[in-house]
């Protein structure tokens, strides 16, 4: 079971989502939530992801926020520093413009785009070197679940990237479980499900590094305002990495408040 130390986080992927008027109105949107609202200061760090020519007009934006709301990358190079390589967003080149945050091994980056175990930890290490700080996707396929395989397979992607992680970097990194078949599909582990495998994930952690015991563990798939509460209920899951619902401010809000108030 997670201490209870840990400050729960919420993070919205937007994805390749919205056009920029859109996302400059949700970040207004956003604002306005947060002010209205009761989310206290270090009850809920929350992020939001937008696409990457995004990230600095999105940070700029977010400066006078009530709430601290942190802008995270959605991906990083597996290539450091800089040079010739067209169409690259390096983590140094991220760090460079106080983008301290990314997320790294996404499914959709893991099926759509090839990004194998090899590619996912080198970007691990060139995102650690830089001083980043990593929001880590595991999940398992719908086969590998009703095969029996989805511990050993989430496990083993925490094990992917253990060899290039020192044992002081182990806190810099969040580990968040998008069980693949409920990603944009509506469906969504049953808390019970959620829970039992972000206990497994956890007591995996803890046979690793110390800072086990009190990584945050986020849970993704589906995620909305009407089953946050019982997400945030179960004593393993310390926050959402949250998709569609983020891409509106009241509901993203809701799923953030949920998530304060349990811990």
């Given at each position: 079971?997670?201490?209870?130390?840990?400050?729960?986080?919420?993070?919205?992927n937007w994805k390749m989502n919205p056009m920029q008027a859109?996302?400059?109105?949700?970040?207004?949107?956003?604002?306005?939530?947060?002010?209205?609202?009761?989310?206290?200061?270090?009850t809920c760090r929350i992020g939001v992801a937008p696409v990457s020519i995004a990230l600095l007009t999105t940070k700029a934006q977010?400066?006078?926020?009530t709430v601290?709301?942190?802008?995270?990358?959605?991906?990083?190079?597996?290539?450091?520093?800089?040079?010739?390589?067209?169409g690259e967003v390096s983590a140094e080149l991220l760090k460079d413009s106080q983008i301290d945050y990314v997320l790294i091994g996404h499914s959709e980056r893991r099926e759509i785009f090839a990004d194998t175990a090899s590619v996912v930890a080198e970007k691990v290490k060139n995102a650690l070197s830089a001083g980043l700080h990593i929001i880590y996707c595991v999940g398992e396929s719908l086969e590998q679940r009703e095969a029996g395989q989805a511990e050993q397979v989430v496990l083993q992607q925490i094990c992917d990237i253990s060899v290039v992680v020192?044992?002081?970097?182990?806190?810099?990194?969040?580990?968040?479980?998008?069980?693949?078949?409920?990603?944009?599909?509506?469906?969504t582990a049953s808390p019970?499900?959620?829970?039992?495998?972000?206990?497994?994930?956890?007591?995996?952690?803890?046979?690793?590094?110390?800072?086990?015991?009190?990584?945050?563990?986020?849970?993704?798939?589906?995620?909305?305002?009407?089953?946050?509460?019982?997400?945030?209920?179960c004593p393993d899951i310390n926050g959402a990495l949250v998709?569609?619902?983020?891409?509106?401010?009241?509901?993203?809000?809701?799923?953030a408040h949920a998530f304060a108030q349990s811990k």
């Open positions: 079971m997670s201490g209870s130390t840990i400050t729960p986080w919420v993070v919205g859109n996302a400059q109105q949700l970040i207004i949107d956003l604002k306005q939530q947060l002010k209205a609202g009761d989310i206290l200061a270090g977010l400066e006078d926020a601290e709301v942190m802008t995270v990358a959605q991906d990083v190079s597996r290539v450091a520093g800089t040079g010739a390589y067209t020192n044992a002081e970097q182990w806190s810099n990194i969040t580990v968040a479980y998008e069980p693949i078949w409920a990603i944009g599909t509506g469906k019970e499900d959620a829970q039992s495998m972000h206990a497994k994930i956890r007591q995996g952690l803890t046979q690793i590094t110390p800072f086990g015991a009190n990584t945050a563990i986020l849970y993704g798939g589906s995620v909305k305002a009407e089953n946050a509460v019982e997400l945030a209920a998709g569609g619902a983020s891409l509106n401010a009241e509901s993203f809000y809701q799923i």
